[in-house]
């Protein structure tokens, strides 16, 4: 199984993601059988390391986001992917404009498919520490629903 976690940087809120959620697979003995990556819808960050607050935070609650390198979202992960997750609304209006009509993979909004008193992980990237520790809150709380999904589809 393969999940693609999308925001709009690629540097603070989807690699967020996907670092808990290699966390949570490998403690779960599932790291082998899922395959996990992040990107953005936007370009201006591919190459660039995971943003130094959010890389920071997610130290702080042992995840290392050191090895994530930003990337921008590209047609072939509709075909590549089984799970394309979502951060905000308007991440999502821009992967449903470019998915191709043969696209296999199923798309959603992250924190809306696993029915959070939330449906967008808020961008994080103009505001304060607290912001980056509410991404945590919600993605943790979210990857926990993800992972219960995975089982079930392994
Ligand atoms: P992300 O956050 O989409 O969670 O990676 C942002 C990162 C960069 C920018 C905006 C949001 N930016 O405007 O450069």
């Given at each position: 199984m393969k999940v693609l976690f999308v925001c709009l940087g690629n540097i603070c809120r989807s690699p967020t993601a996907e670092g808990v959620?290699?966390?949570k697979l490998r403690a779960a003995g599932l790291d082998s059988r899922v395959q996990v990556d992040s990107a953005g819808t936007?370009?201006?960050h591919s190459g660039k390391p995971a943003d130094a607050r959010t890389r920071q935070a997610a130290l702080r609650r042992g995840y290392d986001l050191?090895?994530?390198r930003a990337r921008q979202v590209e047609v072939e992960d509709f075909h590549r992917f089984d799970l394309i997750l979502a951060m905000d609304e308007s991440n999502l209006r821009n992967l449903q404009a470019m998915r191709p009509d043969d696209a296999s993979a199923d798309l959603d909004l992250y924190l809306r498919r696993y029915s959070l008193a939330l449906d967008e992980v808020p961008d994080p990237y103009y505001g304060g520490e607290d912001g980056f520790e509410q991404v945590l809150d919600?993605?943790?709380q979210a990857s926990e629903a993800l992972l219960s999904e995975v089982r079930k589809r392994l």
């Open positions: 959620f290699r966390h936007a370009d201006w050191s090895a994530l919600l993605i943790e």
